[in-house]
């Protein structure tokens, strides 16, 4: 019998490797009574916008309300029918759920529908995989993608379980199963003391930095918010950008001389996203040390986005979790020539002590935005300055 080893080959999971021409994909997910219709379409949209990054077409979409997920399979037995069916109907060879599986009902939804199943983590590391550049991003990567598997590698030897265990079956599926866990753990271990030598990298390039007296300015925000574009458009470089989720991943960082302020370090790094996989955040923390270390944040946001409030609330949580909410902090709202009016955002200018509104596309607003990085680098003497007039 034939067995499923569990590898990874450049960055992403075998099974994933050589695959021809596009997938189609079902994707669905379960409304529960504390979420609101639109939270749920919106969620939705996004993942089919995953998955089309990912290089799969939606071909249909399933949404089931219920009062708590069903243990067994997240969504309800009929719904896993109807997923089975719409699968046929539509030729379709994935299953894509918008919330977390554990891998019990990943492996039961399969068995159930006849259909490949991931979930939006496995689908965002899949993302992850593709658009890794550097040693240290794909390094990254890898280690968010073992984390993931390691709790899934029972799955991947199910035609043992089958076999019922007892004797002359129950030892060498444990054998096998412990020999691929401590083949996993030990590159787990060798890749994070690889990250541990970048983080070890990183901190002298800031004491250096520091040494200088440049000052560092770090993006950040929602994922195909226009980061890169307006990393482009203040330092003249050419980074690769474009309206997709996930396009730049690995960090970069340029000098801004403009002549008439402060020079200063602009840092990009991963955009970020609403259930960001944990997994995800621990593997590149080593990057986002550098928002610990700026002594400005730009949060640039997409202000054309129906979505805003839960844009901000989801990268505002993240930078909980990374301890850096304390920095100063200017919220750019970019996107400004695709805005049709200004109304929907008057309260968000009134509620927020640093707000500028740009357009990285045409550069409209970013002599207003140096100026507020200035007055954000030199609070001391933007006040002595305004008390002199």
Same mark, same amino acid.
């Given at each position: 019998m034939e067995e499923r080893r569990p590898y990874l080959k450049n960055g992403r999971s075998g099974h994933e490797t050589g695959r021809r021409g596009r997938e189609r994909a079902v994707i669905g997910a379960v409304r529960l009574p504390r979420q609101r219709r639109f939270q749920v379409e919106e969620s939705l949209a996004e993942l089919a916008a995953l998955v089309s990054a990912a290089g799969a077409d939606v071909v249909a979409q399933v949404v089931q309300e219920r009062p708590a997920p069903n243990p067994a399979f997240y969504f309800g037995s009929g719904k896993i029918e109807e997923i %089975?069916?719409?699968?046929? /109907?539509? %030729?379709?060879?994935?299953?894509?759920?918008?919330? &977390?599986?554990? +891998?019990?009902? /990943?492996?039961?939804i399969t068995e159930a529908a006849g259909i490949k199943v991931i979930d939006r983590t496995a689908l965002i590391l899949d993302i992850f995989a593709q658009r890794a550049r550097t040693a240290e991003g794909k390094l990254q990567v890898e280690l968010a993608q073992l984390t993931y598997l390691m709790p899934r590698l029972v799955g991947q030897w199910k035609h043992l379980e089958r076999l019922g265990g007892g004797? %002359?079956?129950r030892g060498p599926g444990e054998t096998q199963l412990e020999s691929d866990r401590r083949i996993i753990q030990k590159r787990v271990m060798k890749i994070r003391r690889d990250l541990e030598g970048v983080q070890v990298h990183r901190r002298l390039q800031?004491? %250096?930095?520091?040494?200088?007296?440049? +000052?560092?300015?770090a993006l950040v925000g929602y994922t195909n918010a226009g980061k890169t574009t307006l990393m482009n458009r203040l330092t003249g470089a050419r980074l690769h950008a474009a309206d997709q989720l996930f396009v730049t991943l690995d960090p970069a960082a340029r000098l801004v001389e403009t002549g008439f302020h402060t020079p200063f370090i602009l840092t990009d790094t991963v955009g970020f996203i609403r259930?960001? &996989?944990h997994e995800l955040v621990a593997a590149f923390r080593a990057t986002l040390e550098e928002l610990a270390e700026a002594d400005v944040l730009l949060h640039v946001v997409d202000a054309s986005q129906p979505a805003l409030d839960e844009h901000l609330a989801a990268v505002e949580s993240l930078l909980d979790e990374l301890q850096v909410r304390d920095r100063p902090t200017i919220l750019v709202l970019n996107k400004m020539d695709r805005v049709e009016s200004d109304r929907s955002l008057e309260s968000l200018l009134a509620s927020r002590p640093r707000v500028v509104a740009i357009s990285a596309a045409t550069g409209k607003g970013l002599e207003s935005l140096l100026a507020a990085i200035e007055a954000a680098l030199h609070p001391a003497g933007t006040v002595a300055a305004a008390k002199a007039e």
């Open positions: %089975g069916t719409l699968a046929r /109907e539509k %030729g379709a060879n994935l299953f894509v759920s918008d919330d &977390p599986l554990s +891998p019990v009902q /990943e492996r039961n004797i %002359g079956t800031r004491k %250096g930095r520091r040494r200088n007296g440049v +000052p560092v300015v259930k960001l &996989p």
